[in-house]
């Protein structure tokens, strides 16, 4: 992880497409313009909000609690910070839509290394990589250079796998994991493919607020793990 942080750092800077706040679909209702772009954010507050509640029973969570329950936390924050950012799309908006993200990146990647490698390492790991991610945030929207962000978004699809490779863990249900992962990628792929989306489906729905229902989808089966895990031990 360190050396890819390095590598990408050592390219150049990478600079925000200012066309990737052209979203296809526009359509105002109800007076929330961007709507379908602001509601599809719901979910989040949804599985989030039940990732909390579980990770705050206490002593009857087992494994990464506190790195699992800052990744419910900006899971849950996403739905506030997307929903704001989609009524005024622009880079002082994305701000708020892109902290939530880097709270969730880095409290997942934390939990899945303390559950695999060492339990201890959350206490060590967890705060750094918070601040981390936070950081590369305010680093871009200050200096306009998303290498750091794109490092904190995609390592953890990296990292993820060749953790579940290379070490066991005490905990089951890992498959949900590489599911949750999957799902992900296909929520970027529908963003990537946001007016195609668009024009396939009749303008039916965009690519973009497919991606929220993919990308909230994705942590809701990180929560039935830990859910059945829970589950399994009582």
């Known amino acids: 992880m360190f050396v ?29 313009p961007g709507f379908l772009n602001v509601v599809t954010n719901l979910p989040f507050l949804v599985v989030g909000s039940a990732g909390i509640i579980l990770c705050a029973r206490g002593p009857g ?33 994305l701000v708020w839509d892109r902290l939530p993200m880097s709270i ?3 409290g997942l990647l934390v939990a899945v290394v303390s559950e695999h490698v060492n339990v201890k390492l959350e206490r060590i790991l967890l705060a750094p990589a918070i601040l981390l991610g936070v950081a590369s945030v305010i680093y871009w929207h200050y200096t306009d250079d998303l290498r750091l962000y794109v490092w904190v978004q995609f390592i953890p699809l990296l ?15 890992r498959g949900l994991l590489i599911a949750a992962l999957g799902i992900y990628i296909a929520a970027k792929v529908a963003e990537y493919y946001d007016h195609a989306v668009f024009v396939r489906t009749g303008a039916l729905i965009s690519g973009h607020s497919l991606k929220h229902l993919l990308a909230a989808l994705a942590p809701f089966l990180v929560y039935v793990m830990l859910k059945r895990r829970a589950f399994r031990k009582n």
């Open 61 to 93: 969570f087992s494994g990464a609690r506190w790195a699992w329950l800052c990744f419910f936390i900006g899971v849950t924050l996403i739905s506030l910070g997307s929903g704001y950012y989609h009524l005024a799309p622009d880079n002082n908006t």
């Open 159 to 173: 990292a993820i796998p060749a953790l579940l490779l290379m070490f066991k863990s005490p905990y089951p249900h």
């Open 104 to 106: 969730g990146f880095m």
């Open 4 to 32: 890819t942080l390095g590598v990408m750092m050592l390219l150049p800077p990478i600079a925000q497409d200012p066309m990737y706040h052209a979203f296809a679909d526009r359509r105002a209702l109800l007076g929330i």
